[in-house]
C-alpha cells in the first residue's frame, strides 16, 4: 500500500533520534495524552504534583530505546528512576533540546486561542 494514508502512517510511525555528548544514540517516541496520563499514574499522586520531578519524568518517558536498546514506558516511579539513571544529565539534555526544538514551531496555547 503507497497511497496517502500508508505515508501519513509512516510518518506517524517514524522514531526521532537524538544524540548525546556521550556519543549515544537515543530513539523518542511521541508522548499523548493517554502516555500521560499513564505517566501521572505510574509517578504517583505526590510527585504527579511535583513539577520539577514531572518534567524529567516526561523527558524519561519520552525515550524509547537508547543504542537500540529497548526502553519500555514506565509503569512506576522505580521505572522511571531507572530510565533517568540510564540518561544522565548528558541523556536527559539532548531529549530536553529536542523537545525544545519539536516546539519551537507551534504556537503557544494563549496565542492560537485569539486566533
Do not use: C, H
Request: hydrophobic share 45%; charged share 25%; glycine share 6%.
Amino acid at each position: 500500500m503507497s497511497g496517502p494514508q500508508s505515508r501519513i502512517v509512516a510518518a506517524a510511525q517514524a522514531a526521532a533520534t537524538v544524540t548525546d555528548a556521550q556519543g549515544r544514540t537515543i530513539t523518542l517516541r511521541r508522548i499523548g495524552a493517554l502516555e500521560k496520563l499513564r505517566l501521572f499514574k505510574a509517578a504517583g499522586p505526590q510527585l504527579a504534583q511535583n513539577e520539577p520531578y514531572l518534567a524529567m519524568a516526561l523527558l524519561a518517558s519520552a525515550v524509547s530505546a537508547i543504542d537500540d536498546v529497548p526502553m519500555p514506558a514506565p509503569a512506576n516511579e522505580a521505572q522511571i528512576e531507572m530510565i533517568v539513571q540510564k540518561l544522565g544529565d548528558d541523556g536527559l539534555a539532548a531529549v530536553a533540546t529536542a523537545f525544545r526544538a519539536e516546539n519551537e514551531g507551534k504556537p503557544r496555547r494563549e496565542e492560537s486561542a485569539k486566533n
